[in-house]
């Protein structure tokens, strides 16, 4: 027994409903997706991998499935430039190994 919405002739004439789990439905009924804005796509470049920044965030994607990016508690605060004056100016060399570690780049770490 199926579910079916009456519907005038007008309108396209009567709809079996989609119920949940059912594999088949109305071939007509359309999805809308939302709308997707991509602000800027860069590559590495090795050409291994890449990232953009959409609507929906940060997308990095790689060939390579051995690497993750784990941004733990990355802020915009959290550049090269903030870990060097902490480094050499501040003299803080605790906070300087924390924020390059988290941005994960070796030269600042070192």
Known sequence: MALIEEREELEGGNVAL????????DLAARNVLPEVKVDCVRFSPSGQSWAAVSTEGLLVYALNKGIVFDPYQLSTEVTPRATRRLLHKEQNY????LMSLKLNETSLIQ
């Open 94 to 97: 605790g906070g300087a190994l």
């Open 18 to 25: 989609k119920l949940p789990g059912a594999k088949k439905g």
